[in-house]
């Protein structure tokens, strides 16, 4: 019987993979969302959170990219770009790196549908361009990355409308047959061309495209980004932005405060769960 303890443990072992890559090719990274709270607050994982969350900038992660392709990731590690779920499959747009010696659920259809790569536990890269300083000119590229989100749902497994308010649901089930009457791979070109369409502008302001969607809006400056700190995390270091303190700040509020305890669980595996293995 596996524990939070065992997800924290090969979590860690994630992080400490994309660390060494990142170190030896000279690629900025950030712990950032849960896991960058964790550091903070818990000096480690938080004791009920069971993934991870890393940002890049951009030219960053193409760099880091190209080295994984070119396979640097040590054996029982893959990247997962949202391409590899197979033509017009859809689960999100976030790059994962995936450690594939765990599985988290039954082989079943649904896994089938993703190629197995939805079956693992993953890193998220949330990737940062540059976005206008603006906030008229920032609400109209959110909206334009949201609407391009709800089209992809038509191309997810399934949908679960009890994640929707009543109004929302009659907007989810519209935009997701709407999706149908285009490919994903046509989606996802536009979707990631309005992300990057501000980069290179010198703008002070950076946001992530491939945050859940309803955090897409959130804006931050360039400067929290422009150095990285170490800070511990159980029993290694990583990387933060210099800026943490506003990062987690514009995220969550306050952060340093524990939610109440009915929120205190994990939200992404079940480890007493018969399907949740790891291959040592």
């Not at 000279?26 to 896991?35: C, F, P, R, V």
């Not at 949330?126 to 949201?146: H, N, T, Y």
């Not at 089209?151 to 497994?157: K, N, Q, V």
């Not at 089930?173 to 536009?190: D, T, Y």
Request: charged share 30%; proline share 4%.
């Amino acid at each position: 019987m596996y524990t939070i303890d065992d997800v924290h443990h090969y979590n860690d072992l994630l992080l400490a993979e994309v660390d060494r890559i990142c170190k030896k090719h000279d690629i900025a990274y950030y712990m950032d969302s849960g896991t960058l709270i964790g550091a903070v607050r818990h000096k480690g994982n938080i004791p009920w959170d069971d993934d991870v969350d890393i940002t890049m900038k951009r030219a960053d992660y193409e760099k880091f990219i190209d080295v994984c392709k070119a396979g640097e990731l040590a054996d029982g590690y893959e990247l997962v770009l949202p391409k590899d779920y197979g033509e017009n499959h859809f689960f999100d747009f976030i790059p994962h790196v995936a450690f594939t010696k765990s599985t988290i659920k039954p082989d079943n259809d649904e896994m089938k549908f993703y190629n197995g790569k939805q079956n693992h536990m993953l890193l998220d890269i949330f990737v940062l361009d540059e976005i206008s300083p603006s906030p008229l000119a920032q609400k109209w590229k959110v909206l334009r990355l949201q609407f391009l989100y709800m089209l992809s749902w038509a191309h997810r497994y399934k949908i679960d409308y009890s994640e929707y308010s009543a109004a929302q649901r009659v907007i989810v089930a519209i935009m997701s047959h709407v999706g149908k009457l285009f490919k994903q791979s046509s989606i996802e070109k536009r979707f990631t061309k309005i992300a990057m369409n501000d980069n290179g502008k010198g703008y002070d302001k950076l946001f992530s495209a491939y945050y859940p969607f309803d955090q897409i809006h959130f804006i931050y400056d360039r400067s929290w980004f422009d150095n990285a700190v170490r800070l511990p995390f159980d029993e290694y270091e990583f990387d933060a932005p210099q800026g943490y303190d506003n990062v987690l700040r514009t995220m969550f509020g306050s952060y340093m405060e524990l939610p109440p305890e009915d929120k205190r669980v994990a939200e992404h595996y079940d480890v007493t769960s018969e399907y949740f293995t790891i291959m040592e």
